[in-house]
């Protein structure tokens, strides 16, 4: 059974550009969650959803923004970029059936630079 | 805000030696605690999760253990081999308060080296 996989694995971007980084779920896996992950902050939860719905959303900017499709595929977005945001973003999916206690399971993550 | 401290940065130990990782937490207990194996420019592995009202967990050369009185895990491998070397993360879930829905909240990890 495949797992996570998250494109693209490492990209730069400029300064004040947006970027969009795409996350399909283990099959059968509805709910998808993202994280952001940096040395000094560590990994922090930014939001989660299921059935293309957002359930739960971390302490982040507006300038980061998700969605998730029919088929759980989910994609997530940074406007704006500041140099603050490079980071390995993390997406990770689970069932999602329970209110707590699904085990999750994470991507390779997407290595991003901002230049 | 919750907190939550791994105890060590790093922690280096001797092959076939037993490494006991930490992880304690402040205010609210979790109703799950998870720990995760991450190795350098990989994403997190799931290795166990224990409910608040479990002791202790198994699996394999692992072992989880959970006190609410002390707000504390312990995660222990047995008989560790050079290939166990990796960051150990502990996450915590809450089930109370709508914080939960895929949220874990991280611990900084535990650089764990075994030498051969």
């Known amino acids: 059974k495949a797992g996570v996989t998250q494109t693209p694995r490492y990209l730069i971007k400029t300064r004040g550009q947006q970027v969009t980084l795409s996350c399909s779920p283990i099959?059968?896996?509805?709910?998808v969650s993202w994280y952001q992950q940096t040395p000094g902050q560590g990994l922090q939860f930014l939001f989660e959803y299921f059935s293309e719905t957002q359930r739960n959303k971390g302490n982040f900017p507006g300038r980061f923004s998700g969605r998730q499709f029919s088929n759980s595929r989910s994609e997530m977005n940074v406007s704006t970029l500041e140099l603050g945001d490079s980071a390995l973003y993390l997406c990770?999916?689970?069932?999602?059936?329970?209110?707590?206690?699904?085990?999750?399971?994470f991507g390779e993550g997407s290595w991003l630079t901002v230049v | 805000s919750q907190k939550i401290e791994q105890n060590s940065e790093a922690l280096n130990i001797q092959e076939g030696k037993t490494a006991t990782l930490t992880c304690n937490y402040t205010n609210y207990s979790p109703a799950y605690l998870q720990w995760y194996r991450q190795d350098p420019g990989r994403g997190p592995v799931f290795l166990l999760l224990?409910?608040?009202?479990?002791k202790e967990k198994r699996k394999e050369r692992l072992k989880v253990t959970f006190d609410t009185t002390l707000k504390q895990s312990l995660f222990h491998i047995t008989a560790s081999q050079p290939a166990d070397s990796a960051t150990y993360l502990c996450?915590?879930?809450f089930g109370a308060g709508g914080t939960s829905y895929g949220k874990l909240t991280f611990g900084q990890g535990t650089i764990l080296t075994v030498h051969p």
């Open positions: 996450a915590l879930e």
């Open positions: 099959s059968g896996h509805r709910s």
């Open positions: 990770a999916s689970s069932l999602g059936d329970r209110y707590s206690g699904n085990t999750i399971y």
């Open positions: 224990i409910r608040e009202n479990e």
